[in-house]
């Protein structure tokens, strides 16, 4: 099992920025990637950013050039970075862990990006 406790949502203003941050404790060993993925209301759940073990990074078309991900072996801590924050990247944001068969998701961080 693993466990995975978001941090770091909240509310700002369209042009700032916000870090979340994803921590995982439990089965760590078997993690090979780890992401976060994203809720706008009344939407589907989509892909934001996944970083692999070996430090390969995938990203959102949206995204790209606003949000950064890395990752604290040592802390078991993934983050997002995001900058230049649209209205439209309101969303409840998931932090996710890939292990073989199966992901874990975290419980959820609001993020409100509205003047």
């Known amino acids: 099992q693993v466990q995975l406790v978001e941090s770091g949502g909240g509310l700002v203003q369209p042009g700032g920025s916000l870090r979340l941050s994803c921590a995982a404790s439990?089965?760590?060993?078997?993690?090979?990637?780890m992401g976060w993925y994203r809720q706008p209301p009344g939407a589907q759940r989509e892909l934001v950013a996944t970083?692999?073990?070996?430090?390969?990074?995938n990203f959102l078309d949206s995204v790209k050039g606003r949000f950064t991900i890395s990752r604290n072996n040592a802390k078991n801590t993934v983050y997002l970075q995001m900058n230049s924050l649209k209205p439209d990247d309101t969303a409840v944001y998931y932090c996710n862990a890939q292990v073989p068969l199966r992901s874990y998701w975290g419980q959820g961080t609001q993020v409100t990006v509205s003047s």
């Open positions: 970083i692999t073990n070996a430090g390969s990074t």
């Open positions: 439990g089965s760590i060993f078997n993690i090979y990637a």
